[in-house]
């Protein structure tokens, strides 16, 4: 679905302004605002709304640190790392074995140890740079690491910005901003309303969870996610 800020926030600014209200372009400009904050707040949880990209780098020999960032080996800093492999010369793929910051603490006694090929990797997500250790330190050349990286899906600059997401991201977004201005307004949600949000929010939460990690073989209903 394709559809513009100003769309989506001059149809939400109708629902609660009733038949015949013409909003303002001060009341467009602060619903712009919360519309941004809502996206921003969304980085603290997993209801955020991803774009989902797989990177790649060679695997050096005796290097086992690869930073996220401006001027780094990758360069945008995602907000979390879902899967980690390697591939080879022969195209033959290893799974590498994600941990969370308690496994990593209990496994790092193999941290010094050296490997042809690296079985498990931490994601430590610093800020600006973040960084991913992979373990054991791998000591052959020919390998290339590459990690699903989720990002946020799409930055807003105006009211002008195209959305080009699925029909139900524009449902998400339509009703937390609904929820986020109608006191303002003196628009009481509808038990529709509060439904539709809950499952929307539930939904987009499943989607995000840590425990369903996406694998080579992609589910088709996520297939958007996948941007390269």
């Known amino acids: 679905m394709s559809t513009t800020v100003a769309t989506l926030i001059a149809d939400v600014l109708n629902t609660v302004g009733g038949d015949g209200f013409t909003p303002t372009q001060e009341q467009t400009d602060r619903a712009f605002r919360k519309l941004k904050n809502i996206l921003a707040n969304e980085s603290l949880d997993?209801?955020?709304?991803?774009?989902?990209?797989?990177?790649?780098t060679p695997l050096v020999v005796g290097t086992n640190e690869y930073l996220f960032g401006t001027g780094e080996v990758f360069t945008s800093r995602p907000n979390y790392v879902d899967l980690v492999y390697i591939v080879g010369a022969d195209n033959e793929r290893h799974d590498v074995d994600l941990l969370d910051e308690?496994?990593?603490?209990?496994?790092?006694g193999d941290l010094t140890e050296e490997l042809?090929?690296?079985y498990f990797a931490y994601?430590?997500?610093?800020?600006?740079?973040?960084?991913?250790?992979?373990?054991?330190?791998?000591?052959?050349?020919?390998?290339?690491?590459?990690?699903?990286?989720?990002?946020?899906?799409?930055?807003?600059?105006?009211?002008?910005?195209?959305?080009?997401?699925?029909?139900?991201?524009?449902s998400v977004l339509e009703n937390k901003l609904l929820r986020a201005i109608a006191s303002s307004y003196g628009y009481?949600?509808?038990?529709?309303?509060?439904?539709?949000?809950?499952l929307a929010e539930q939904n987009l939460l499943k989607v995000n969870s840590k425990k369903n990690k996406l694998t080579k073989n992609i589910p088709s209903e996520l297939s958007f996610m996948v941007r390269r």
């Open 46 to 56: 997993r209801g955020m709304l991803f774009d989902s990209t797989i990177l790649s």
């Open 102 to 108: 308690e496994e990593y603490h209990v496994r790092l």
């Open 116 to 118: 042809e090929i690296p």
């Open 123 to 170: 994601y430590k997500p610093l800020y600006p740079t973040s960084k991913l250790t992979v373990y054991p330190i791998p000591d052959t050349a020919g390998y290339t690491l590459y990690v699903h990286a989720r990002f946020i899906l799409q930055e807003i600059t105006s009211v002008s910005t195209t959305l080009l997401v699925p029909d139900e991201y524009i």
């Open 188 to 198: 009481a949600l509808t038990r529709e309303d509060r439904e539709v949000g809950l």
